[in-house]
């Protein structure tokens, strides 16, 4: 069943420029699917629209089969959680997540019982009686997803939801976000700008640029095999080598490479196209260390850097640069100017057009 | 620097009160005369005298009372909303409207009285309490008008959106969340506004033709003919909301502070 339905959606500003450009997407129920952009590609807009605060000049939204078109956001089966949380200041934990089910007009017996059962669902244990003032930002966080799982939307929206978080607690809430995802099943629309918050938690990702969604797929889809040259970049892809495909081998300025065999996507026919590979997928070996066979390259290092869990090695062939990222125990000892050998493994290579 | 705290607290105390202190006595004196510390004799003529029929100070106290009261129900119906557009909509000319807003504050009250006077014997509202409530607006409308901008200013909208998706009404979103969050700032407001129409001399003379009979009038006249400790049982009366609404409201006044501190 689907869960939510955009049909072409484009919603511009009175001064003509477009915020989203005919978006169109079917979520599944109970799916986790992250739109994932940077600032300012859309991702608030188009939130807003399906949260029912602002509607699009074209197109249709449906959420669990109905057009919700011109429905107020209260009537909506959307809930958004706001990237600011929002707990209502003046209202206990218990009140601020019954707060909803009070709106519906629900009997206080009937709220008080779902409201327990939230509190258990979110482990807030004992909290009932506090303000939101007196929590920890992980207990906030918990007390706005529990009141907005409390009036069982169809989609709950989560706009941010770790960005204000330290790292661990993010972690800890990416757990519970998809426990709870589990036990309740609903469908959640994970907004953010964090690939690998999107990667780590999302069944599908949208990848929205410039108001477009670029691309939608499964994470590991979307990072082995980036619809443009832009997606890849979005997705931390920083090796681009300009050529063209030619019977299943990339010619290019470094030599000829061989591309996977299996896969043949529409821009594997174009003339010209980008080839580009994952940091990461690159093989890295002192010049001597390698035997020279099909899709190896000699290069210099010419830059190194440690991030804590990986290095990122900088090396150059030819006026090109390729980006190398290796374990801190595989790169120990490198230094700038070391003569390399660089492996693009055929199955990890990818052909995206050329944009220039 | 808690002892600090105190002596400023001391210092303010005594500047305010301290004044205060030779009205409280002038209204049991009998008879003070320019050397003696102290009256020759004590009375509580002046007190018996401002609670009797005669004074009218009984009369004038509740007239103020109501126009005060009525001006302050105006002014937070007109000024609240006004407020709150002012505060939170973005639109061309916004400077222009807030000095438009802020002009009665800028131009001298005699100046716009005058003015008004004349308008206001053309429409018949000279000597009547409605005249008197509408003139009292002039000066009123501007502090609501500004408080509750600034309060709606420094408030976040997307909380009534919040409640909008959690299924509350464009109304209920106001009610429930909104209004508990700005009341101790409007509660402010609307003791200034009392305070402020309860203090006018000049714009309720002009307008109430004398035949509206209000607490600062009337000890303008006792106390320009002499009679110091009729004056001073009067002043004592009429600073008495002012003491009240201080004490009722630093309260509020903390707390609108804190709601205005928070974002």
């Known amino acids: 069943m689907t869960a939510l339905r955009l049909d072409a959606i484009s919603k511009g500003y009175t001064s003509g420029s477009t915020v989203i450009d005919r978006v169109s997407l079917d979520v599944a129920a109970g799916e986790i699917f992250a739109l994932l952009g940077p600032s300012g590609s859309g991702k608030t807009t188009l939130v807003k629209m399906i949260a029912g605060f602002e509607e699009p000049d074209r197109g249709g939204i449906e959420i669990a089969g109905q057009s919700c078109l011109g429905q107020a956001p209260e009537r909506r089966g959307a809930v958004l959680v706001f990237q600011d949380l929002l707990l209502f200041p003046h209202l206990s934990v218990t009140d601020n997540i019954g707060f909803g089910l009070k709106m519906r007009g629900m009997t206080p017996a009937d709220r008080s019982a779902k409201v327990t059962e939230m509190i258990a669902l979110l482990q807030l244990h004992g909290l009932g009686g506090r303000k939101p003032s007196e929590l920890s930002g992980g207990q906030q966080q918990r007390v706005a997803l529990a009141r907005a799982l409390a009036v069982s939307p169809d989609i709950l929206l989560l706009d941010e939801p770790m960005s204000g978080l330290d790292q661990h607690l993010r972690e800890e809430m990416g757990q519970t976000i998809l426990g709870l995802q589990s036990r309740t099943g609903v469908t959640i629309i994970l907004i953010t700008h964090d690939q690998a918050e999107a990667a780590t938690m999302a069944d599908r990702i949208g990848v929205l640029l410039e108001g477009r969604l670029e691309q939608v797929g499964p994470p590991r889809e979307l990072y082995n095999r980036p619809a443009s040259a832009a997606v890849a970049q979005f997705l931390g892809g920083r090796n681009f080598i300009p050529g063209q495909v030619r019977s299943g081998i990339f010619e290019s300025g470094l030599g000829h490479f061989a591309l996977p065999e299996t896969s043949a996507g529409p821009t594997w026919s174009a003339a010209k196209g980008l080839l580009t590979i994952r940091p990461e997928a690159v093989r890295l070996a002192p010049a001597a260390g390698m035997p020279l066979h099909e899709n190896c390259l000699s290069a210099q290092v010419t830059a190194t850097r440690f991030t804590g869990t990986a290095v990122f090695v900088t090396t150059a062939t030819e006026g090109q640069s390729l980006y190398v990222a290796l374990s801190p125990q595989d790169a120990a000892g490198l230094q700038p100017g070391d003569a390399v050998k660089l492996h693009l493994p055929a199955d990890a290579l990818w052909v995206v057009p050329n944009p220039a | ?263």
Request: charged letters at 10%; a positive charge.
């Open chain 2, 1 to 263: 620097m808690i002892w600090g705290k105190r002596l400023a607290a001391l210092v303010l105390a005594t500047a305010l009160l301290l004044p205060l202190v030779p009205l409280a006595v002038w209204s049991f004196a009998r008879g003070w005369r320019f050397p003696d510390l102290l009256p020759q004799a004590w009375s509580l003529r002046a007190w018996a005298y401002t609670f009797g029929d005669i004074s009218g100070a009984l009369g004038a106290f509740w007239q103020t009372t109501l126009i005060a009261c009525a001006t302050t129900v105006i002014a937070m119906a007109v000024g609240v909303p006004a407020g709150r557009a002012l505060g939170l909509a973005r639109f061309g000319g916004k400077a222009m409207v807030y000095l438009l807003v802020l002009a009665p504050v800028i131009v001298p009250g005699i100046a716009t009285a005058l003015g008004l006077h004349a308008v206001f014997l053309r429409l018949g509202l000279t000597g009547s309490v409605s005249g008197v409530v509408l003139v009292h607006l002039v000066p009123v409308l501007p502090y609501v008008i500004l408080v509750s901008a600034s309060l709606f200013a420094n408030y976040n909208l997307d909380y009534e959106r919040q409640a909008r998706s959690l299924g509350a009404s464009a109304w209920q979103a106001f009610w429930q969340v909104t209004r508990p969050q700005v009341a101790p700032g409007l509660v402010v407001a609307a003791l200034f506004a009392f305070l402020v129409s309860w203090s006018q001399y000049i714009l309720t003379l002009l307008i109430g033709s004398g035949q509206v009979q209000t607490l600062p009038l009337l000890l303008f006249s006792f106390a320009s003919s002499g009679r110091n400790d009729i004056a001073g049982a009067l002043a004592i009366l009429y600073i008495l909301p002012g003491i009240l609404i201080l004490l009722a409201s630093s309260r509020h006044l903390a707390a609108g502070t804190a709601t205005l501190g928070r974002t």
